[in-house]
């Protein structure tokens, strides 16, 4: 049983619980702010004061709140298989939940970079950025987050862990983002491929899934207890 890698994508859904706002979902984050202008290098140019303020509130939000039966549950599932976490969300609730593998493909709130060298990478926990501060370099420092047009550096990993999973499960991502999005197609043929989100999965052929049409507190629970069944 602990030969069993479980790999599990996850979204913006899996902290709605926690009461963080997700994305694209009726009254989320893309409703209330333009992308544009808040996360991509176009508006940082234009505005950095506006982004930063945008990050900052994000940082502030992720710290009041707390890990949900989701992400609980995800963390402990580690006593029972291989688990790998690559998620979407720059939150830390998966590692405040206990899990102890997290790749985040789009950056962390909780850290901070030099404008000029993104290998400067420094933790900030929960303290917003100014105008002003600075990195070890003497440049501004800005969110450790990846912006639309740039770069996922991490995705090269995720893949490779999707590539080695006996068992995928997608949790409370809309899969419209690329390349998060392309994940799915690394895994080896005909295994298990889960997907638990209350909305119809909308992009890609549901066949080889099975789908918990359900939020993520009561699908991951309902889903583990499965494979803890299955698998004992
Ligand atoms: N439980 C599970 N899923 C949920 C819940 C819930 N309680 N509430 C909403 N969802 C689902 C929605 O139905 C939707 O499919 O979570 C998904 C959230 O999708 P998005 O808002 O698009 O978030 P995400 O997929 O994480 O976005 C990807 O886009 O802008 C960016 O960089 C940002 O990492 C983010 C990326």
Request: hydrophobic share 40%; no cysteine.
């Amino acid at each position: 049983m602990p030969d069993t890698k479980i790999v599990v994508i996850s979204g913006a859904g899996i902290s709605a619980e926690s009461g963080l706002a997700t994305f694209r979902d009726s009254g989320g984050l893309w409703e209330g702010y333009n992308i544009e202008d808040v996360a991509s290098p176009q508006g940082w140019q234009e505005n950095p004061r506006k982004v930063l303020e945008f990050y900052n509130l994000r940082r502030k939000k992720a710290a009041e709140v707390q890990p949900n039966e989701a992400h609980k549950a995800l963390a402990d599932l580690e006593d029972d298989f291989e688990v790998v976490i690559v998620t979407q969300n720059v939150d830390d609730l998966h590692e405040r939940a206990g899990s102890t593998d997290v790749i985040h493909l789009h950056g962390e709130l909780r850290k901070a970079r030099s404008v000029k060298d993104e290998a400067l990478v420094t933790d900030i926990g929960s303290d917003p950025i100014h105008l002003g501060d600075l990195a070890e370099d003497g440049s501004q420092l800005r969110p450790h987050v990846v912006w639309f047009g740039e770069m996922v550096p991490m995705i090269e990993f995720g893949a490779k862990e999707v590539s080695e999973a006996d068992i995928l499960i997608v949790v409370g991502t809309s899969l419209v983002v690329y390349p998060a999005a392309g994940l799915i197609e690394y895994t080896k043929p005909n295994i298990p491929k889960y997907i638990i989100d209350p909305a119809e999965p909308q992009l890609f052929n549901l066949d080889g899934w099975v789908h918990y049409k359900e939020k993520a507190g009561s699908g991951v629970k309902k889903l583990i207890k499965k494979l803890k069944k299955e698998h004992s």
